[in-house]
């Protein structure tokens, strides 16, 4: 079972409306967890990386929130826009030696 | 650009060829990774690379052969594949190793298909 669990798998929503995607993990001992975004044709490219004392960082539209106590991310997207359609992949490095554990990804379509 | 560049971005080859994969970073960074993401699944760590040494090999078939022969530059050669190895290979570096808190930055990948 993959330790790092991404939903939904996919969502559609319509420009300018906001939306949450979700990472619950069971990885440990945590040492930070990054969340990236991988356009169509792609290679990911990062969006936000935190360590264990952080509960949110913003990047841009991009909110990324931490409970190191549940072991569950969210990442927020405020008032989206065509170019936010992509895979975003939830990514938690696990033990001293930065092993890093990647989910499935949600797959997110923002329609006009 | 994301400063990690990878050749080809298409690649069609017969499970007899053998062909090799091509990846420069122009960040100055000392790790370096092959990464294989197939559809709908988590990336696959394949090698890493820090400092030019291999310092990990994830169970990887010996029909996927690394080189790395700088910091800068890393190629994975290919032989005899199967079908099932068409995938997307992505090709990543970063500062440090990912014990560290540094990024990964990723190349645009590979599309392989293998026939």
């Known amino acids: 079972k993959n330790q790092v669990e991404q939903s939904p798998q996919s969502l559609i929503i319509l420009e300018g409306k906001n939306c949450t995607l979700q990472?619950?993990?069971?990885?440990?001992?945590?040492?930070?967890l990054r969340w990236y975004k991988q356009d169509t044709g792609r290679g990911p490219v990062s969006l936000t990386i935190m360590t264990f004392s952080e509960n949110t960082k913003s990047n841009g539209r991009y909110t990324a929130t931490l409970d190191a106590d549940t072991k569950q991310s969210s990442l927020h997207i405020t008032a989206s826009q065509l170019s936010d359609s992509a895979s975003y992949i939830c990514v938690v490095s696990s033990d001293s030696w930065g092993k890093l554990q990647f989910g499935a990804g949600t797959q997110v379509v923002v329609t006009p | 650009e994301t400063g990690v560049t990878q050749t080809p971005r298409h690649l069609v080859m017969g499970m007899t060829n053998k062909k090799s994969l091509k990846c420069e970073q122009h960040?100055?960074?000392?790790?370096m990774y092959w990464y294989k993401q197939s559809a709908k699944k988590p990336l696959e760590l394949m090698f890493v690379y820090n400092f030019k040494e291999q310092t990990e090999n994830n169970s990887v078939p010996s029909r996927f052969s690394p080189e790395c022969p700088n910091s800068s530059h890393l190629f994975l050669h290919l032989h005899t594949l199967q079908p099932e190895d068409s995938a997307l290979y992505l090709c990543?570096?970063?500062?440090?190793?990912?014990?560290?808190?540094?990024?990964?930055?990723f190349g645009n990948g590979t599309r392989l298909t293998v026939t």
């Open positions: 960040l100055g960074h000392n790790a």
């Open positions: 990543a570096s970063s500062q440090d190793g990912t014990a560290s808190n540094s990024p990964l930055h």
């Open positions: 990472c619950n993990y069971t990885v440990s001992p945590f040492s930070n």
